[in-house]
């Protein structure tokens, strides 16, 4: 099986950045695309940044500017470089992926438990 564990969560001030982690693990054969979602209380989820296995980026409007995605295909890991924080990115984060488990596999989504992210004085 394929696991997505994401660390780098934290309370952190108005102003401030973080480093988000996801790390997939398990019977992998190939990532495609890998996805951060994020949620805030009483709200739907929401898709925050993609970026393909060569690196194409697309990162949400209300983030933009302010959040970096990037990954090490050799490590199977997504980052999300959150930086300018506010208080309305307070959320938990989501890393998702589309994985091929094996050759023959058929490709596969899967999500990590969420790390949470508090922006407060």
């Known amino acids: 099986q394929v696991q997505l564990v994401e660390s780098g969560g934290g309370l952190v001030q108005p102003g401030g950045s973080l480093r988000l982690s996801c790390a997939a693990s398990?019977?992998?054969?190939?990532?495609?695309?890998m996805r951060w979602y994020r949620q805030a209380p009483g709200k739907q989820r929401e898709l925050v940044a993609t970026i393909t296995p060569g690196g194409n980026t697309n990162i949400a409007d209300s983030v933009k500017g302010r959040f970096t995605i990037s990954r090490d295909n050799a490590k199977n890991t997504v980052y999300l470089q959150v930086s300018s924080l506010k208080p309305e990115d307070t959320a938990v984060y989501y890393c998702n992926a589309d994985i091929i488990g094996d050759p023959r596999g058929r490709l596969t989504n899967y999500w990590g438990q969420g790390t949470q992210v508090t922006v407060s004085s």
């Open positions: 398990g019977n992998i054969f190939r990532i495609n695309i």
